[in-house]
């Protein structure tokens, strides 16, 4: 797709730019990285509060310039604004995709015709890049950015978010070792990762953990109990356990708490696994949901760095006139693929990878 004939790069370009789902830290780094790379080539950029919710009656848009940016590379969360529900929802689970009504889409496209916008940059994960691959279906020039703290896209090495969560993570073991070695206690720590352990695994080799569950990798109650009897028995009183909130037992299923229209809530796991240590070894034992706290604070050196490169590569995208596609990270090089293909396929944790090997070889189990 090209580009409105009301645009070219003789004049010009006014661009729009979102936040959509989930919040994560590197958000406004990509939207300043945007804004700054856009001025430098004279074009216009428009924010769009709330996701591709502010598209819609009553929209919602303020210019960003590279003043009233300034700063926000370090703040997490956005400043825009964001949602995982509204309208606009097309993932209600993995590999299943909702259609956007047609009415919806079409007065979000009189919106951007209205403004005279040659492109729509939309940050966010497999469900809102799935919005994206719609909007750009039905005539809407997009560019989609990757955001997901989960690091579960396929078509990308890595999202920002994702190191900060994993920060996030080391930070809460660290602690959660001293209380666990006074009391001789069993420590869960539940944490984010639907369908892929990757903030669990990275995290809890960083952490020093002694066992991660992940969802690759169903685990075994007996298992986890006996290496925890097993490790009293070699003199240690304490074990530290990193639970993924996708993580299951064999012949189990994942935990739910229900939810909104979309994907169905996950956790509770950590609670489980702590209840069945207890019934089966007597071995006092505590958990700890780290929940939204990976998504909060500020972004770490390397998020505001990813963040700040994926902003300059959706501008260099829109340049290209390359809509329909998503800025990649591959081999430490800033690059691009379609849409439909990053979001194709999820991201997961080989189980017989290098990652897993290295945690192996330490010591760490994974309950299997």
Not at 69 to 98: E, P, Q, S, Y
Not at 146 to 153: L, V
Not at 195 to 213: K, N, Q, V, Y
Request: hydrophobic share 40%; charged share 20%; glycine share 14%.
């Amino acid at each position: 797709m090209t580009a409105p004939a009301s645009a070219s790069l003789s004049t010009p370009y006014r661009i729009g730019i979102l936040t959509s789902g989930g919040d994560c830290p590197g958000l406004n780094a990509v939207i300043r990285g945007t804004v700054c790379a856009a001025e430098t080539r004279g074009w216009e950029v428009l924010g769009f509060s709330d996701g591709y919710e502010g598209l819609l009656s009553p929209v919602r848009y303020r210019p960003l310039t590279v003043d009233n940016t300034h700063g926000i590379t370090a703040l997490g969360g956005t400043i825009l604004g964001t949602t995982n529900k509204g309208r606009f929802v097309a993932k209600v689970g993995l590999g299943d995709k909702a259609l956007i009504p047609k009415e919806i889409i079409s007065e979000a496209r009189e919106t951007i015709e209205g403004l005279g916008i040659s492109a729509l940059v939309c940050l966010g994960g497999d469900g809102s890049l799935t919005t994206a691959e719609q909007l750009f279906e039905n005539g809407i020039p997009t560019i989609g950015v990757p955001k997901t703290i989960d690091n579960d896209i396929s078509a990308t090495a890595m999202t920002f978010g994702f190191d900060s969560a994993v920060e996030c993570v080391t930070e809460a073991l660290d602690r959660l070792h001293t209380t666990a070695r006074s009391h001789k206690r069993v420590m869960i720590l539940e944490v984010m990762g639907r369908h892929a352990g990757w903030i669990a695994l990275h995290g809890g080799i960083a952490g020093g953990a002694d066992m991660i569950l992940i969802p690759e990798i169903p685990f075994s109650y007996e298992k986890i109990c006996r290496e925890i009897v097993h490790r009293v028995g070699n003199g240690h009183e304490t074990t530290m356990i990193v639970v993924a909130e996708g993580a299951m037992p064999k012949e189990g299923t994942v935990s739910a708490k229900g939810g909104h229209k979309g994907e169905v809530r996950l956790g509770g796991i950590g609670q489980q696994v702590c209840d069945e240590i207890e019934r089966r070894t007597g071995r006092e034992t505590r958990t700890m949901v780290l929940g939204h706290l990976q998504r909060g604070g500020a972004p770490t050196t390397l998020d505001r760095i990813l963040g700040t490169r994926f902003g300059v590569g959706a501008v260099k995208l829109i340049e290209e006139k390359k809509f329909g596609h998503m800025v990649s990270y591959i081999n430490d090089q800033i690059g691009s693929v379609s849409i439909p293909e990053a979001v194709g396929q999820l991201k997961t944790v080989p189980p017989g990878g290098q990652m897993v090997d290295a945690a192996r070889s330490i010591g760490i189990t994974f309950g299997d």
